[in-house]
Every structure is written in C-alpha cells, then in structure tokens.
C-alpha cells in the first residue's frame, strides 16, 4: 500500500525482500502448514519455550494452525496481492514497480495498454517488458515508463527494442518516455554480486540481489498430531549449523542459477545454489532452544574450511542466514 501511495522506491524494495525471502519460507510448499513465529537462524521448530513472550509455545511450529487460526485463512492471500503490486498506473504513464512475471492491462491517459513482464527475477536480473497491444487506432501513445532500480544495484544496463539507453535513475527509477507503439520491448539487466550486510544483532547475512541466502539445516520431521499434509510437527537439527563466512572467500564462491520450477521456493530443488568455502565456528551454541547469539568475529585455521551449499532462504525452513565472520589464518 505504501508503494501505490507514495510511490517511493524503497517500500517497494521492503516489499520484495519480504515476498521473496520471510514469506515463502513461513509455509510449505503444499500451502498446507506454516508458522506463526519465523526465526531467521532457525535451527530448531518445536513447542519448547523461547525467548518470545507474546506468542504461545507451540507459535513455532508448523502446522495448520499454530497459535492462531487466522493465518490458516489468511496466508493464501499474499501471492495474489503482490500481483497488485507489480504494475502501477502512473500520473505520466506506468510504473513497474515490483518485479515478477506478469501479464497486466492499465489505463494511460483513458487508453487501455496491455504489457507482460517476462522474467525469472527474483533469481535472475534479467527483466523484459513488452507492449503487447495499445487500444487505440494507433497503437501507439506517448507515455513514460518508469524502471524500479533496487536501492542494492550498484550497475545495471536498460534497453529499447535493443538499442541501449543512458538515462540515470532518479529516486530510485528510471523514468523512459517516448511514443511506444505495440510490440515495443524493454529489457532491465540488474548485475546481481554477492553482497555481505552487518547485520545490527552481529555477524553478516549474505545477499543476492533481492534474495538473502541461508545454509539448510537437515531436520528430522516429527509430527505432533494429525495426518500430513495437514498435521502439526516439529523440525529437529541432524546436521552442523555453526559455520562463519571469511569476506574473501566470496571471490572463490560458485553460482548456479536455474530456471525455476512449478515451486520457486521449494526445498527440493532451488534455482539458485551458492557453493563458497566456509569455517566451523566451536563457540557457537544453543540457547533457550535457539541458536545463540552470533558470535564476534574470529580467525580461524584456513586448513578446516569447508565446502558448503547455501540457497535462498525462502527455499528453507531449518536454516542459519546470520553468520559470524570468520578470518582464515
């Protein structure tokens, strides 16, 4: 709502890191359960008593309706309404605003223009625009097209119908006004480095354009009640979480990206994988049947890095997605 009022870039930036990393990665990929409390190093789901004292114990958990029933009707609303967010009507045209494939009908200036948006962002930075049709006798109208450029793209490249533009984003967008006439496409390429962000409790999280990437934890499922799909269980750790990232080691890191399938953000196969020496951290433990606080930054001895495999968070649900710096001796 925020992005449709004011039109400020960076509610729209808060938007996609929600939508594409908090929200896919509170629920199942069936849609059939979900938690109320999501924990961003969460290597433990169960109804043991944490440190939160306005939910209820069993608020971590998965299930159909942990908590509060609310969300069990609720949740299924978030996918749709992001659609409403992608293409906004503008005072001078058509703002795209959020990013995701789409097809949309606006009306510019009483005109109706129909577009698609063809991509597979939030894993690639590749975004192209199309105007498919302009219903006038025309078919074509003077308007500007307004690109959302993220607050994190540090180098991006925008073309019409091939040729390259140089237009500097103002604000947060890049504004292209001209008579577009149907069939006219318009491609955003976004350069997506991996990024470290200090993060305000400790440590750093680790960024792919608008994705935050995490390290799985292998879990063990444990169900409480009910018969699966729709049942309440647990998430039990079965494999080491306590890793640190060593800043340099991102020049050594290999990035596969994948078309998406049916489930973008299933566990099974993510399309973005990220393999990237990492250190075990011994320091680090549980507290309250949580991870514990990230520890401060430490060297460590370069012969015990490993090799490890993060993916988008959304992708997860036993996770670790702060990380202790680590300097390799």
Known sequence: ???????????????????YNAWPATFTGAMCAHQYVQQVNQVEVSRRKRDWYDAYNESNLFGLKPNFGCCAANMHQGWPKLLGSLLLAHPRGIAAAVYAPCDARLLVSGVGVRLSEITNYPFSGHIQLRVNQIENESQALQFSLFLRIPAWAERYEVFVNGEPIAAVASEGYMELPRVFCAGDEVELLLDLP????S???????????PLLLALPVTAQERVLRG?????????????RWQFGIAPAALGDAEVVVSAPGEQPFGETA??????????????????????GPVPPPQVVDSALLELQTLIPYGCTRLRIAQFPLVNPD
Do not use: C, Q
């Open 1 to 19: 709502m925020d992005t449709s009022i004011t039109g400020a870039a960076k509610y729209a930036d808060l938007l996609e890191k929600v939508a």
């Open 194 to 197: 991996l990024r470290l962000v």
């Open 199 to 209: 993060e305000a409790e400790g440590g750093v999280s680790l960024h792919r354009g």
């Open 227 to 239: 018969e699966p799909p729709f049942a309440d269980y647990e998430l039990l750790p079965r494999s």
């Open 270 to 291: 993510p399309p973005l994988i990220v393999r990237l020496p990492m250190a075990p951290v011994s320091n680090w433990g549980m507290a309250r049947h949580s991870a």
